[in-house]
Nanobody
Framework: QLQLEESGGRLVQAGGSLRLSCAAS????????MGWFRQAPGKEREFVAA????????YYADAVKGRFTISRDNRQNTVYLQMDSLKPEDAAAYYC???????????????????WGQGTQVTVSS
């Protein structure tokens, strides 16, 4: 059973940067598609970014394109989310997710992912 643990969330000023990490254990990390989602209070969980097993395909939500960068290190069993030029509307709990097989349409759907971390909180002050 794959287990995921996020870290790196904290309070940051608008315009600042933050790097989130998600460490995986209990499975063959390189066989999973990895995604980042976020959820603000009172809102639905929304897609942020995803990366294919071999790093060859990367997806971003329009809201973060050009500011966030997803990457993975299959030797370290870790996926990262580099967040630059943070805005107050980026504040949310950030979750990493994993699944072995996802169609290009399901990459963006939280319900399509089988494995989830507990989340890490990002707060952005204006």
């Amino acid at each position: 059973q794959l287990q995921l643990e996020e870290s790196g969330g904290r309070l940051v000023q608008a315009g600042g940067s933050l790097r989130l990490s998600c460490a995986a254990s209990g499975g063959t990390f390189s066989s999973y598609i990895m995604g980042w989602f976020r959820q603000a209070p009172g809102k639905e969980r929304e897609f942020v970014a995803a990366i294919s097993r071999s790093v060859s395909i990367i997806y971003y939500a329009d809201a973060v394109k050009g500011r966030f960068t997803i990457s993975r290190d299959n030797r370290q069993n870790t996926v990262y989310l580099q967040m630059d030029s943070l805005k107050p509307e980026d504040a949310a709990a950030y979750y990493c997710a994993a699944d072995r097989i996802l169609s290009s349409a399901n990459i963006y759907r939280a319900l399509a992912y089988d494995f989830w971390g507990q989340g890490t909180q990002v707060t952005v002050s204006s």
